[in-house]
C-alpha cells in the first residue's frame, strides 16, 4: 500500500466525465489513480448498481427511485447526455462490472448505500472477484458496518461522518471498538488536532466534501496530515501531489 495523501477519484474522473460510469473509472486509471470511490445501490430486483442518488433522475434520462426499478430498466438507461452530449450512451454499471474494470489495477472504496439487509448481498459480489484485499467498504449508517465486520471480518472499512450523533472524540473510540480501519469526517470538520488523536488511536484520516477541491481546500488537508481525499479532480490533485517541497 503506497504512503503519502492518497488522491481518491470521486466516483471515477467526474470532474470531466459523467459520474459513476464506466468511462469516468477508466478515465481515472489511465490518468494514473491507484485509489477510486463509487457508489453502490440495490435494485428492486436485487442487483447491485453502481449509482450515487436515491432516485435516477439527475444522472440519466429516467425517472423512480433505483429500489424500485428493474436491473433491466436501469440498464436501458442515458447516464451519459446530463454531462454532455458526448456522452450519450454511457450506462449505469453492475458493481460486478466495476470490479472486472478495476480487477486490482486500484484501490476501490465502495459505498455502501444500502441497508444492511442488503450487506450480505455485495459482500458476495465482492467474494465472487476475490477483491478483498483492494476494496474497502464505507457506509454513514453504523449498522452497515457493523454487518460489514460480521460478513466480511477481513474487509478493510471506513466509517463516514458529519458528527451529528457522536463528537470527535466519541467517534473515534468508537471506530477503535468496532475494528474499523477509517474515520471520514466531512473537509471542514477536520483540524490538525482530530488528525493527531485519530493517528494516535491507530485510525486514517480521509475527507470527503472538499469545498474546493482543486487548491487550497486540498492543500489544508495535506498540511493537517490526512491521510487521503476523494476529489472530483484527480488530475488537479495530481499535480499538488508532485509539487516541489517549499
Not at 433505483?66 to 438507461?77: A, F
Not at 471542514?188 to 488536532?193: F, K, P, R, T
Amino acid at each position: 500500500m503506497e504512503q503519502g495523501f492518497l488522491n481518491i477519484a470521486h466516483r471515477g474522473f467526474s470532474g470531466q466525465y459523467p459520474e459513476n460510469t464506466i468511462t469516468a473509472f477508466r478515465a481515472a486509471l489511465e490518468l494514473g489513480c491507484t485509489w477510486l470511490e463509487c457508489d453502490v445501490r440495490r435494485t428492486r430486483d436485487g442487483c447491485f448498481v453502481v449509482i450515487h442518488d436515491q432516485t435516477v433522475d439527475r444522472t440519466t434520462n429516467g425517472t423512480g427511485r433505483v429500489d424500485s426499478l428493474t436491473w433491466n430498466e436501469i440498464m436501458r438507461l442515458d447516464a451519459g447526455s446530463w454531462k454532455d452530449p458526448k456522452f450519450s450512451g454511457e450506462r449505469v454499471p453492475l458493481l460486478d462490472e466495476l470490479l472486472t474494470l478495476v480487477s486490482g489495477q486500484a484501490q476501490l472504496v465502495i459505498e455502501l448505500k444500502v441497508g444492511k439487509d442488503s450487506v450480505p448481498g455485495v459482500v458476495s459480489v465482492v467474494s465472487r472477484h476475490c477483491a478483498f484485499g483492494w476494496t474497502v467498504a464505507s457506509a454513514f449508517e453504523w449498522e452497515v458496518l457493523e454487518t460489514v465486520r460480521r460478513e466480511a471480518p477481513r474487509w478493510r472499512t471506513t466509517w463516514l461522518t458529519t458528527f451529528e450523533d457522536l463528537g470527535p472524540d466519541e467517534a473515534i473510540n468508537r471506530c477503535v471498538d468496532a475494528g474499523v480501519d477509517t474515520i471520514a469526517p466531512r473537509a471542514s470538520l477536520i483540524d490538525v488536532e482530530f488528525v493527531r488523536k485519530a493517528h494516535a488511536a491507530g485510525l486514517l484520516v480521509r475527507a470527503w466534501g472538499v469545498a474546493d477541491d482543486t487548491g487550497r481546500g486540498l492543500r489544508r488537508l495535506i498540511a493537517a496530515r490526512v491521510d487521503g481525499a476523494t476529489t472530483n479532480h484527480p488530475n488537479v490533485l495530481k499535480e499538488i501531489l508532485n509539487e516541489p517541497l517549499s
